[in-house]
């Protein structure tokens, strides 16, 4: 693990005439999102979800439990005891299990090519598949253990078993349309779009006003700002969509960038603390993420104390995850008062990692003491 610190001193002309520390109110913010001309409906059109996306612990774990908890009730319906249920349950989940990790195997490696399928053709891929698997399973159990059967029974019980595996099949892959739909419902789309379409006019206004007090004094530096606020801008502006991912390098990289801009605007008021673990940087997130909550660090905690705070942004893996930190200090009573925040930036950073990562993903934000910290573990 590395650690920098850093802090820029102010640069020319003091705050009030030139590098911006106005009063005026400021507009709530998640900083820089995508600002494309897209309709919403076009938007939505080109980055749903595939109904064959279950390559995510979560997924998984839903569709064992439904149906392990399907096959429970169905056993429980024709037998007389618990111990007959025990060792009936246990027998069709011998089958159920191998069947049901077969199946989601399969959507997983060739998610891209079902999803470019017609539905109508997804629906068939998708049950047809399920009854094989089931059946392949069936067969598997009774060349291993079951005992020989009539060959009328056993066309029956065949075709019950492949009836079964398609019907479960249908239930959950239904279940995995309805989900791919709701991960950007209309209200969750429109909400998103007026967050990533807000850029803050006086982070705006603050950084072309030093870039300007720079031009004479030190062309080199107001030529980085503009590299820095071109950056941010680019990213703004790309059409990732909210399904893109982006690695935590590049996300560190584009805090820097902001922060470095924030920090000619409040020169030593702002001390930035980077505890940075490299072995974390490919870790996959949703892009944009963590700039939005540098920002509310530094609208929130630095900007309305008089002797400024420290900012730290920690990254660590720990057995196999990735711990992102951002916590910011917080003014005293003493301070000016801040403007009020509503949690829509946190709110929205949440979603968006609970759309990525599923249950694999935490994330928390709370006070404690005189510091704010906002925790994200994600999957390496």
Not at 58 to 73: E, K, P, T, Y
Not at 175 to 185: E, G, I, M, S
Not at 211 to 221: C, K, M, N, T, Y
Not at 223 to 231: G, K, N, R, S
Request: aromatic share 6%; proline share 6%; charged share 20%.
């Amino acid at each position: 693990m590395t650690a920098a610190k850093s802090s820029a001193p102010p640069v020319g002309r003091t705050p009030a005439s030139g590098l911006g520390t106005s009063t005026a109110p400021v507009l709530l913010s998640t900083g820089f999102g995508g600002l494309d001309g897209d309709t919403p409906d076009r938007r939505l059109a080109d980055n749903r979800s595939s109904a064959f996306d279950v390559c995510h612990v979560g997924v998984v774990l839903r569709a064992v439990l439904f149906v392990h908890g399907v096959l429970a009730l169905g056993v429980a319906f024709s037998v007389a005891d618990a111990g007959a249920w025990w060792r009936q349950f246990a027998a069709t989940s011998a089958v159920a299990l191998p069947a049901l990790l077969v199946w989601l195997i399969t959507a997983c490696l060739a998610e891209r090519r079902l999803a470019r399928l017609p539905a109508g053709a997804q629906w068939a891929a998708a049950i047809s598949w399920g009854g094989a698997c089931a059946l392949a399973a069936r067969s598997l159990w009774d060349w291993v253990q079951w005992p020989a059967a009539t060959p009328e029974a056993s066309v029956l019980q065949a075709f019950a078993v492949a009836a079964t595996g398609a019907a479960m099949a249908a239930a959950f892959f239904h279940w995995l349309r309805q989900r791919a739909r709701l991960q950007l419902p209309a209200a969750t789309t429109a909400r998103l779009a007026e967050l990533q379409s807000r850029i803050r006019p006086h982070f705006l206004f603050n950084t072309l006003n030093t870039a300007i007090a720079l031009v004479r004094i030190d062309p080199s530096r107001a030529e980085t700002v503009l590299e820095d606020l071109a950056e941010l801008f680019r990213v703004a502006l790309s059409d990732g969509g909210p399904q893109a991912a982006t690695t935590l390098g590049d996300e560190i990289e584009l805090a820097r960038r902001y922060l470095q801009i924030e920090e000619l605007r409040f020169g030593a008021r702002l001390q930035v603390r980077w505890e940075l673990d490299p072995q974390a940087d490919g870790a996959r997130l949703p892009p944009l993420l963590l700039q939005p909550l540098v920002e509310n660090a530094v609208k929130h905690g630095i900007e309305p104390a008089a002797q400024g705070g420290m900012l730290r942004v920690r990254t660590r893996v720990r057995r196999n995850q990735v711990e992102i930190l951002v916590a910011n200090s917080l003014p005293g009573s003493s301070a000016a008062p801040a403007v009020p925040g509503h949690g829509i930036a946190l709110r929205n950073v949440h979603e968006r990692l609970r759309l990525m990562h599923d249950v694999a993903a935490d994330f928390s934000a709370r006070r404690h003491g005189d510091v704010y910290r906002v925790q994200i573990v994600v999957p390496l």
